[in-house]
C-alpha cells in the first residue's frame, strides 16, 4: 500500500510540479489529460474557441499559425510573444516591427486563457495555447491533423530586438532562410513545408513594395507584379493589405507551391524556394501532391512546436509575467 502511494505520488509528480517557477524536460501528447487535476478539458476548450473566432473570420486563424511561428522563433515557444509592455519591460517582441501591427489573433488567445483560468486555474500555459490554437487553425482551415505535444511553460523574458535577428525577413534569399532555420533544429524540408502557411491570410503591401516600385522584381511574373502596384499604389496614405494566395485565399492548402512555381508568390523569400534542386523538387513534390504536403505540415508545425526553452512559470493572464521584478 505504502509502495502503491509511492508510485501514484511519482506518477502525478510532474502535476504537482506545475505550480510556482518550473522546468520541463520533454513535451507529451494530452499533457493535460495526464494528471486527474490538471485540465482534461484543456484542447477541447481552445478548440471551441478557435472555432468561434475563424467562423467570425478566418483571418484569426492565420493569425494564430504565424503567431506560433513568431513565437516559437524567439526563446523558443515560450510565449514570449504575447507579453505587453510594461513599465519593467517597455519594449517586448509584440512591438518589433516584425510583428507590429501585423501580427494578429491576440484575442482568441486572451480568450482560451480566460476561459482556462475559470475552469482550471494556473494550469495551462499560454505557450500550449498558442501551439493548441495554431494545430486546431490549421484543422479548420485545411483538414490538416496532427497531434500536439505539450506541457511547455510561459516565459519571462520578450525583447524586441531580438525578433530581428531571429526571424526571416521577406527580403531574404535561402541561404539566409535556410541559416535562420537551421538555427532552431529546422531543416531545409521544414522550411519548404512551412511556408505553405503563406497560402492563407494577407500580407500587408510595405512586406513586398520593394518588388513592385520602380520596377517590378524580374523574379514576379509580370502581369501579376502590375495587379499587385493596383492593390498598393505608391505612395498610398495607408499600408494596404493583400491575400498571400489570390486562389484559395481562406483555404490552407498546396496552392502556394503552384503561386511561386507562377511566380506568383508575394516575397523574395517565396520566390527563393526555386533557387536550389532541393527545394524546387519538394515545392514540385507539395504542388502536385496535397496530401503529401498536408502530411509534411503537420511533422513540421510539430517540430517546430518542439523549440524550446525549459524554464518557466504558468502565467495568470497571457499578457504578463506573473510578478514583477
Ligand atoms: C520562410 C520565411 C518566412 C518569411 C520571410 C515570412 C514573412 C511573412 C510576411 C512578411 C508576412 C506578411 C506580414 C504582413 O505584412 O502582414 C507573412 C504572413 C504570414 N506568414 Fe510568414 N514568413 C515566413 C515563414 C512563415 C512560417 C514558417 C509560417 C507558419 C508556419 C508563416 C505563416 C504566415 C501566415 C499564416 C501569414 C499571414 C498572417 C495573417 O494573415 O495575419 N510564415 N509572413
Redesign the pocket.
Known amino acids: 500500500m505504502g509502495a502503491r502511494n509511492t508510485y501514484q505520488i511519482l506518477a502525478f509528480l510532474p502535476c504537482i510540479l506545475l505550480f510556482g517557477v518550473m522546468s520541463t524536460t520533454s513535451l507529451e501528447v494530452g499533457y493535460y489529460t495526464k494528471c486527474a487535476k490538471t485540465c482534461p478539458q484543456a484542447e477541447i476548450i481552445v478548440k471551441a474557441v478557435v472555432h468561434k473566432y475563424i467562423a467570425m473570420d478566418p483571418?484569426f486563424g492565420?493569425?494564430v499559425?504565424?503567431m506560433?511561428?513568431h513565437d516559437c522563433f524567439v526563446r523558443g515557444c515560450d510565449a514570449s510573444v504575447l507579453l505587453d509592455p510594461s513599465p519593467q519591460n517597455p519594449n517586448p517582441e509584440k512591438l518589433s516591427v516584425v510583428n507590429n501591427p501585423?501580427?494578429?489573433?491576440f484575442e482568441v488567445i486572451d480568450e482560451a486563457k480566460e476561459t482556462l483560468e475559470r475552469v482550471c486555474p494556473g494550469v495551462v500555459s499560454c505557450a500550449d495555447i498558442i501551439a493548441f490554437a495554431a494545430r486546431d487553425a490549421s484543422y479548420f482551415l485545411g483538414g490538416i491533423s496532427y497531434e500536439i505535444p505539450s506541457g511547455r511553460l510561459d516565459g519571462r523574458v520578450s525583447i524586441a530586438d531580438e525578433v530581428l535577428k531571429s526571424?526571416?525577413?521577406?527580403f531574404?534569399n535561402l541561404t539566409v532562410?535556410n541559416a535562420l532555420?537551421a538555427a532552431q533544429g529546422l531543416s531545409t524540408d521544414d522550411?519548404v513545408a512551412?511556408?505553405g502557411?503563406?497560402s492563407?491570410?494577407?500580407?500587408?503591401c510595405?512586406?513586398?513594395t520593394t518588388r513592385l516600385y520602380p520596377t517590378i522584381d524580374p523574379t514576379m511574373d509580370q502581369g501579376f507584379g502590375s495587379f499587385l502596384r493596383t492593390k498598393c499604389p505608391q505612395n498610398a496614405n495607408e499600408d494596404g493589405?493583400v491575400p498571400?494566395d489570390f486562389v484559395t485565399p481562406e483555404q490552407l492548402d498546396n496552392q502556394y507551391y503552384q503561386n511561386v512555381a507562377d511566380l506568383k508568390g508575394?516575397?523574395f523569400?517565396d520566390w527563393s524556394l526555386l533557387t536550389s534542386g532541393e527545394t524546387l523538387n519538394l515545392l514540385n513534390d507539395f504542388r502536385t501532391k496535397p496530401e503529401l504536403f498536408a502530411a509534411k505540415f503537420g511533422e513540421s508545425?510539430v517540430k517546430?512546436g518542439d523549440i524550446g526553452g525549459t524554464q518557466g512559470e504558468i502565467r495568470k493572464t497571457c499578457r504578463a509575467v506573473n510578478y514583477n521584478y
Open positions: 483571418g492565420a493569425g499559425i504565424r506560433f511561428f501585423s501580427l494578429r489573433g526571424l526571416p525577413a521577406p531574404q532562410v532555420f522550411v512551412l511556408s502557411a503563406h492563407i491570410g494577407r500580407s500587408h510595405s512586406s513586398f493589405v498571400q508575394l516575397f523569400s508545425m517546430m
